[in-house]
């Protein structure tokens, strides 16, 4: 198993340094994660240090691009992950960003259990689970992060219910899917060029401004 310390080599690429409290909230979820996936399927990659650097490092990259970007003000806002599944990107960013209220939106219901009970285990606040598909949660959010959801250009066209006015987008993509998600999105959002995810194959941050017409 993986220490912290291990953990917190392997994020360096994607955001340095770590925290000491970060490193250990991963191992947490690592272990959790790992023992959940002996039973449900939750994610393909089984070797804990593909598990750190493909999920885990990826969902902090693109924490740090949208942070970057402007997408956690003061009071962060809501932060709703479409398509949760493991819970990637939406509770590496959670723990990257403590301040922002986070609704993890995952309509299987294995997955959704899985999902409460990394909420639990990794004590987290303004958190919560929302089991069911994306077109049916009543809420709308500041910024939505969506990554590896199946129907992708489906999911896309439905964003913009979601979407508070001003908010923003931040889709984890390989680098040949952002024609199509520029025209999914169509002219109601302002989508800025994307960002390399370091050590993936062609990965990508792409990040977008919701524009208010």
């Not at 912290?4 to 991963?26: D, H, K, M």
């Not at 509770?91 to 259990?113: D, G, Y």
Request: glycine share 8%; net charge neutral.
């Amino acid at each position: 198993m993986l220490d912290a310390a291990r953990i917190a080599t392997l994020l360096e690429p994607f955001v340095a340094p770590v925290p000491p409290e970060l490193a250990n909230q991963l191992q947490i979820y690592l272990e959790l994660l790992l023992r959940w996936n002996l039973r449900i399927n939750l994610t393909a990659i089984r070797d804990p240090e593909q598990i750190v650097t493909r999920h885990f490092g990826e969902s902090l990259f693109a924490a740090r691009v949208l942070r970057d970007a402007g997408a956690f003000h003061p009071s962060a806002g809501i932060l709703a992950d479409v398509g949760s599944g493991a819970g990637f990107p939406g509770l590496p960013i959670k723990l990257f960003v403590p301040e922002v209220h986070l609704t993890l939106i995952e309509s299987q219901n294995k997955k959704a259990t899985f999902l409460r009970e990394a909420i639990r285990s990794l004590d987290l606040k303004d958190a919560d689970v929302f089991c069911g598909r994306a077109e049916t949660w009543k809420r709308t959010a500041d910024v939505i992060t969506l990554r590896a959801v199946e129907k992708f250009e489906n999911a896309l066209a439905g964003i913009d219910r979601l979407a508070a006015p001003g908010g923003m987008l931040g889709l984890l993509v390989g680098a040949a899917q952002v024609a199509a998600a520029r025209c999914s999105l169509g002219s109601s959002w302002r989508l800025r060029d994307p960002t390399p995810i370091p050590l993936s194959d062609g990965r990508v941050v792409l990040v977008g401004n919701n524009v208010v017409l």
